[in-house]
């Protein structure tokens, strides 16, 4: 999953440089299978620790960052450039989106549900993010409570957070009926290819 997420990076025109967060004891073996184009630093406890150590370790020249999710790695090239392009016309933050098919409920601890937010107004949100460099060193020089994501952290600052169309192929993998699907994909798109990549 990791060589494809970084596979998709790299087969963008707008991705000069890749930093990858991996666990601590294996940050040898990762840059092994990575190669010498990307830079593997050793990660944190939690996300928002390794986001922070990868963020240190870009190149000075670099004005935007897009943080991706290895566990993303059907993620479109074409994703990739929609999100760069959007900071680099103008926007500080940017995250892609899809509608929600499912009805979402809020609820409170003992599982009794609270509210119905309306789900028209309720987006899935991917990645990769994107963001200005400065934009996202403030917004982790700010960072005191937990977040899923890294948009949170931008938002904590005030600043607005544009949203563009996701893709249906950039799913999240976290269950293993989830790699089944994106094992069926990659079979569908690559005949003869499944299991193996």
């Given at each position: 999953?990791?060589?494809?997420?970084?596979e998709?990076?790299?087969?963008?025109?707008l991705?000069s440089?890749i930093?990858?967060?991996?666990?601590?004891?294996?940050?040898?073996?990762?840059s092994?299978i990575?190669?010498p184009?990307?830079?593997v630093?050793p990660?944190?406890?939690e996300?928002?620790?390794?986001?922070?150590?990868a963020l240190?370790?870009?190149d000075?020249?670099i004005?935007?960052?897009?943080?991706?999710?290895?566990a993303?790695p059907?993620?479109?090239?074409?994703?990739?450039?929609a999100?760069?392009?959007?900071v680099?016309?103008?926007?500080?933050?940017?995250?892609?989106v899809?509608?929600?098919s499912d009805t979402?409920?809020?609820?409170?601890?003992?599982g009794r549900?609270?509210?119905?937010?309306?789900r028209?107004?309720?987006?899935?949100v991917?990645?990769?993010q994107?963001?200005?460099?400065?934009?996202l060193?403030?917004?982790?020089a700010?960072?005191?409570?937990?977040?899923?994501d890294?948009a949170?952290?931008v938002?904590?600052l005030?600043?607005?957070v544009?949203?563009?169309?996701g893709?249906?192929?950039?799913?999240?993998?976290?269950r293993?009926?989830?790699?089944?699907?994106?094992?069926?994909?990659?079979?569908?798109?690559v005949?003869?290819?499944?299991?193996s990549?």
């Amino acid at each position: 999953m990791l060589v494809r997420a970084v596979e998709t990076l790299t087969a963008s025109t707008l991705v000069s440089q890749i930093v990858v967060a991996a666990p601590p004891t294996l940050v040898e073996v990762v840059s092994q299978i990575l190669g010498p184009r990307v830079k593997v630093v050793p990660g944190g406890a939690e996300r928002v620790d390794s986001v922070r150590v990868a963020l240190g370790a870009l190149d000075d020249d670099i004005g935007v960052v897009l943080v991706h999710d290895a566990a993303r790695p059907l993620t479109p090239p074409k994703l990739v450039d929609a999100v760069a392009t959007a900071v680099l016309d103008g926007h500080p933050a940017v995250i892609p989106v899809l509608p929600l098919s499912d009805t979402v409920k809020q609820v409170d601890a003992d599982g009794r549900v609270v509210r119905t937010p309306p789900r028209d107004m309720l987006r899935a949100v991917q990645t990769p993010q994107g963001f200005r460099r400065d934009v996202l060193r403030a917004a982790y020089a700010n960072q005191t409570l937990p977040v899923t994501d890294d948009a949170g952290l931008v938002e904590a600052l005030g600043v607005p957070v544009t949203t563009i169309p996701g893709a249906e192929e950039a799913f999240k993998v976290t269950r293993p009926a989830d790699l089944v699907f994106a094992e069926a994909l990659l079979a569908r798109a690559v005949p003869g290819e499944g299991r193996s990549r």
